[in-house]
């Protein structure tokens, strides 16, 4: 299923289990927010200006301001690794257009809730560096992993997904995102 993002300026192929959260909350201008009804995870994706940095060191940095803004108890980097564009994102510019994704871990508690309601998020951030318009496009897939026992997710029953399926998902949303309208970034 096809999915329209920021007024139509970009779409992507999105399962159908995954519902705007901008229906029940509120979503910054420079955000689109989806979260899967079938499994909790949810999926942001994020215009930002390019930062100053260079190859995987691009993913580390929007990472840690994930992890900073999520005011994260802890959090680590697993591995980040460097895609070729005109394999992994076949409908961009390939030669203006770098390719990140990281694996990483947080302990997050939701909505202000208490240091023992702490969740553990299994993150995976992609960047997609887009060089001619000196943006950052940071997608992130939140995975909940452990659920605190005091955490208001514990009674929510989802079901669990693995790595290799969110992987999956994540190459298909990459291969079918496709920018229509370039004038939004300005």
């Not at 959260?21 to 689109?32: G, T």
């Not at 930002?48 to 060191?57: I, P, R, S």
């Not at 929510?156 to 969110?166: L, M, P, W």
Request: aromatic share 8%; hydrophobic share 40%; proline share 4%.
């Amino acid at each position: 299923m096809s999915q329209s993002l920021f007024g139509g300026a970009i779409v992507i192929p999105l399962g159908k289990s995954f519902l705007d959260a901008s229906q029940f909350r509120q979503v910054p201008d420079n955000q689109e927010v989806f979260v899967d009804t079938i499994t909790q995870q949810s999926l942001i994706v994020e215009l930002l200006e390019q930062v100053d940095a260079q190859d995987q060191d691009i993913a580390r940095f929007h990472f840690q301001q994930l992890s900073d803004d999520n005011e994260a108890a802890q959090s680590s980097v697993l591995y980040v690794e460097r895609f070729n564009p005109q394999e992994t994102t076949p409908l961009l510019p390939h030669d203006t257009t770098e390719v990140y994704i990281l694996h990483g871990k947080q302990h997050i508690s939701k909505f202000n809730e208490k240091e023992d309601a702490l969740n553990t998020v299994d993150i995976i951030l992609v960047v997609l560096r887009l060089r001619q318009v000196e943006t950052d496009c940071v997608i992130s897939i939140n995975i909940p992993t452990q659920v605190a026992p005091s955490s208001s997710e514990s009674a929510i029953s989802f079901a669990q997904s693995n790595e290799e399926s969110v992987k999956e998902e994540i190459m298909t949303l990459l291969k079918g995102f496709q920018v229509k309208n370039w004038d939004l970034f300005g």
